[in-house]
């Protein structure tokens, strides 16, 4: 991704789970007006998500091996590179909106499917700052999942509910063990996103 610094890991034995992250957080001031940024995302998300929108321009990933993966996936229409490197596990790809630039972005991260819905888990391998997708996410939640070959428009929330966190959490544990890892060389609470069906109420 162009505009801001980009860092990837590999942690152990894994990848870093959020691998096509930014390392640069942005300014609390773009916390400000959230709702309406929300109002807007959902209104406007499918014409802005279109690559032939003009205003919708697609800032690859920085980093090598994260930039191959994901053109790979997507350039086989997801019948190749499905799996994060050398752990085997299947990985999806999260195309969604950049918080500041409003330029779309693709990133890679573990697949962890619960019922009709994907977990998305800010992880960025247990380093002390959130991943930058996690703002983008919180600023415009319409995103668009490709598991291998189906892509699907989908929206983000962030899960607060202490039940639903811990069960989301240990579904996202059982597909990526090193998650438990993560969360515990951090002082930081990891973020947990749900995406679900953009046609869900």
């Known amino acids: 991704m162009r505009a801001r610094s980009e860092t990837g890991g590999l ?17 609390r001031n773009a916390a400000s007006g959230l709702g ?15 690559p032939d929108n003009p205003m919708s321009e697609y800032l690859p990933p920085k980093i ?20 994060l490197r050398d752990t085997g596990m299947p990985c999806i790809i999260v195309t969604h909106k950049g918080g500041k630039t409003g330029a779309v972005r693709k990133i890679p ?34 995103v668009e999942i490709r598991d291998a070959t189906e892509v699907t428009p989908m929206v983000v929330r962030e899960v607060f509910d202490a039940d639903e966190r811990a069960a989301l ?21 990891i973020p947990v996103f749900v995406a679900e069906p953009a046609t869900q109420s």
């Open 11 to 27: 942690p152990g034995k894994y990848p870093n789970a959020g691998a096509a992250f930014e390392q640069t957080e942005p300014s």
């Open 36 to 50: 309406q940024i929300r109002l807007l995302c959902h209104a406007l998300g499918p014409a802005l998500m279109n």
């Open 64 to 83: 090598d091996w994260v930039r191959e993966h994901v053109e790979a996936y997507e350039g086989s229409g997801g019948t190749k590179a499905t799996t």
């Open 109 to 142: 991260l573990m697949r962890v499917k619960v019922d009709q819905s994907y977990v998305l888990i800010g992880s960025m391998g247990g380093q002390p700052k959130n991943p930058v997708w996690v703002y983008n996410l919180r600023a415009h939640p319409d």
């Open 169 to 189: 959490w240990q579904a996202s544990a059982d597909a990526f063990p090193p998650y438990n890892d993560y969360q515990a060389k951090t002082d930081r609470v």
